[in-house]
């Protein structure tokens, strides 16, 4: 089945510590996105692509990191200068005409302990 | 930049009855996109219905339905014959039909309860 695939569903880490987590889609999609979600506060975009080898940030991208060396794969990298990682994290992707929708991943829930 | 708002954060609605959630938007552009999505407990994000600003015909999908006002910029989703399964997360999002794959840009959400 086409999709996106985020990992781990679930996630604690220590303060101080980096942690990576996985999207993955097969949907042949060229933009990829990131995007936080904390209560209250709708989703939030931390980081977009376009193609490979290109990102921009969006509004909240201080603290995190991204990659996109490969059409399939666009990794989130939670630093440990993000000061309040805690949160609902969604992955998201669109085919290249901007033909509307987003699609999106079950997202990723990262406790920080 | 555009911004998206959702005055309500909370609705309730007997089951059967109609609800009418509120949403407006802030844009200089003259074409784009506007969506209803659903997040239910499970977090899935779920596309409930879509607008393309340079159609004037509102858009309907089964229950759901918006009333789409360009000139005040307003675009509220009304769900028809409610029922249990339509309780969740609702948001509104604006994208841009200006410069390539551009990111959706959500307001904050309106939380739906369906009363049985």
């Known amino acids: 089945d086409g999709g996106i695939t985020q990992s781990p569903k679930y996630l604690f880490r220590k303060e101080g510590q980096n942690v990576t987590l996985s999207c993955e889609q097969n949907?042949?999609?060229?933009?990829m996105y990131w995007y936080r979600q904390d209560p209250g506060q709708g989703l939030r975009l931390i980081y977009y692509?376009?193609?490979?080898?290109?990102?921009q940030k969006g509004d909240i991208a201080e603290g995190y990191s991204v990659s996109r060396e490969k059409k399939e794969s666009f990794p989130l990298t939670v630093t440990s200068a993000q000061k309040n990682p805690t949160a609902f994290y969604l992955c998201?992707?669109?085919?290249?005409?901007?033909?509307?929708?987003?699609?999106f991943g079950e997202g990723s829930r990262l406790t920080v302990l | 930049a555009q911004t998206v708002t959702q005055s309500q954060p909370e609705m309730s609605v007997q089951e059967a009855e109609t609800v009418t959630l509120s949403c407006t938007y802030d844009t200089s552009e003259s074409d784009y996109y506007l969506f209803w999505y659903k997040q239910p407990p499970s977090r899935q994000m779920i596309l409930v219905i879509r607008q393309e600003a340079y159609k004037q015909q509102n858009a309907t999908e089964n229950r759901f339905s918006v009333n789409f006002q360009k000139a005040a910029k307003s675009f509220s989703l009304k769900i028809s014959d409610s029922q249990l399964g339509d309780a969740a997360m609702y948001f509104c999002a604006y994208r841009s039909t200006y410069s390539g794959n551009t990111p959706l840009v959500f307001g904050k959400g309106t939380r739906l309860s369906v009363i049985a």
């Open positions: 949907l042949n999609h060229d933009a």
């Open positions: 692509s376009q193609i490979v080898n290109d990102f």
């Open positions: 998201a992707s669109s085919p290249s005409l901007n033909t509307g929708e987003l699609f």
